[in-house]
């Protein structure tokens, strides 16, 4: 998809992922970003950067989506892409209380099938659209010290290739970003974490990362081009996959 002229709408906007994403997809020729965050003074003025307009949006309750849609196509035309980006990270396992995995569930998978189902029957109509849903290499591959995260982004990228799958033929596209480390407020407190084993990558990159495989018009968008060969690795040899990903669990969990 060329992104000249089309109408974006970025969730989790504010900063980080979605902010680059913001300012690389007006670069490269939107018509119109649609910034939408729960931070609503820090997604105005993201709008305001990329000459943009901002909504005050909670991913985890479905309503507020649907009104995101209902909104941008009454006011300002047809979403051709809708970049659904918003997420959290808790860490922890099984003990988790449930409240904790509730909240993730709904913010790292519920809000992209909340926006699949009030979004998808319109793109079809229309014979064309595009979703980008932000997932994690860690819904690929795993995440060391948070089931929760590793859980939901495994169901994120499910979600995506699901929709691939089903919806292709009616002209949708859907791409799926699954990044390392990337420096953002999610890894602020954490800079050698596990994730950044490959290094710590710029929002910018992941932007543009992004931007690449929209015109390409592919499914996964892999920054890090490392996650390729260990899901490659994995995939060969899953018992030896997992021996090395336990090596590693037992490094970054020595001493916690």
């Not at 974006?8 to 994403?21: D, H, K, L």
């Not at 051709?80 to 509730?102: H, K, M, R, T």
């Not at 690929?140 to 994120?156: C, D, E, M, N, R």
């Not at 596209?173 to 890894?187: D, F, N, Y």
């Amino acid at each position: 998809m060329d992104l000249k002229n089309r109408i974006i709408v970025i969730t989790g906007a504010a900063g980080g992922i979605g902010r680059a994403m913001a300012q690389c997809f007006h670069g490269a020729g939107a018509k119109l970003i649609v910034c939408a965050d729960l931070d609503g003074d820090g997604v105005q003025t993201v709008a305001k950067e990329v000459q943009g307009v901002g909504y005050q949006v909670n991913v985890a309750v479905e309503s507020e989506i649907e009104n995101l849609i209902e909104s941008v196509e009454r006011d300002h035309g047809p979403i051709d892409l809708f970049c659904s980006n918003a997420g959290i990270g808790i860490s922890g396992g099984a003990e988790v209380d449930n409240d904790g995995w509730q909240r993730i569930w709904e913010i790292n998978v519920m809000a992209h099938v909340w926006a699949a189902r009030h979004l998808v029957p319109k793109m079809a109509e229309r014979g064309e659209g595009y979703l980008l849903n932000t997932a994690s290499a860690a819904g690929l591959l795993s995440q060391i010290g948070s089931a929760p995260y590793a859980v939901t982004k495994h169901a994120a990228v499910s979600l995506a290739e699901w929709l691939a799958i089903t919806h292709g033929d009616q002209g949708i596209k859907v791409s799926v970003l699954c990044p390392q480390a990337v420096r953002t407020a999610m890894t602020a407190g954490d800079p050698d974490g596990v994730a950044a084993v490959d290094g710590m990558m710029e929002p910018e990159e992941v932007a543009i990362a992004c931007l690449k495989t929209i015109e390409a018009e592919e499914f996964l968008v892999l920054p890090h081009k490392e996650v390729l060969e260990y899901m490659r690795r994995k995939t060969a040899d899953y018992d030896r996959w997992i021996g090395g990903m336990q090596r590693l669990n037992g490094k970054y969990t020595a001493g916690k």
